[in-house]
């Protein structure tokens, strides 16, 4: 069992940056492979970033690349989401998720195949 936490969602400009956190809790985090979703009001939940559980293997979703960064500290037991260039389409309530699956050679980009999820942060981005 793994507790997640969101937090660094806020307000923000377009062409602004933000940080988002994902605290874990319970057992070794580096066991789980982490991944970030979003959703917009109206729409379905959609794949953001994963990384795998060393961190070396990183996804991003189409409309993030190239502006999101994911990252990990198996250390600090956290994940993060550095987000830059924001856009108004880029408001959502943003999800951390964590994974048992035992996929060892890509990141785990599909819902279903993450096992626990916070609460959410909101990110809004106003034009």
């Known amino acids: 069992q793994v507790q997640l936490a969101e937090s660094g969602g806020r307000l923000v400009q377009a062409g602004g940056s933000l940080r988002l956190s994902c605290a874990a809790s319970?057992?070794?985090?580096?066991?789980?492979?982490m991944g970030w979703f979003r959703q917009a009001p109206g729409k379905e939940r959609e794949f953001v970033a994963g990384?795998?559980?060393?961190?070396?293997?990183?996804h991003y979703g189409d409309s993030v690349k190239g502006r999101f960064t994911i990252s990990r500290d198996n250390v600090k037991n956290a994940v993060y989401l550095q987000m830059n260039s924001l856009k108004p389409e880029d408001t959502a309530v943003y999800y951390c998720?964590?994974?048992?699956?035992?996929?060892?050679?890509?990141?785990?980009?599909?819902?279903?195949?993450?096992?626990?999820w916070g609460q959410g942060t909101q990110v809004t981005v106003s034009s």
């Open positions: 990384v795998s559980r060393s961190g070396g293997i990183i």
């Open positions: 998720a964590a994974s048992t699956r035992l996929i060892f050679t890509r990141a785990i980009t599909a819902e279903d195949e993450y096992n626990y």
């Open positions: 319970g057992r070794t985090f580096s066991s789980y492979a």
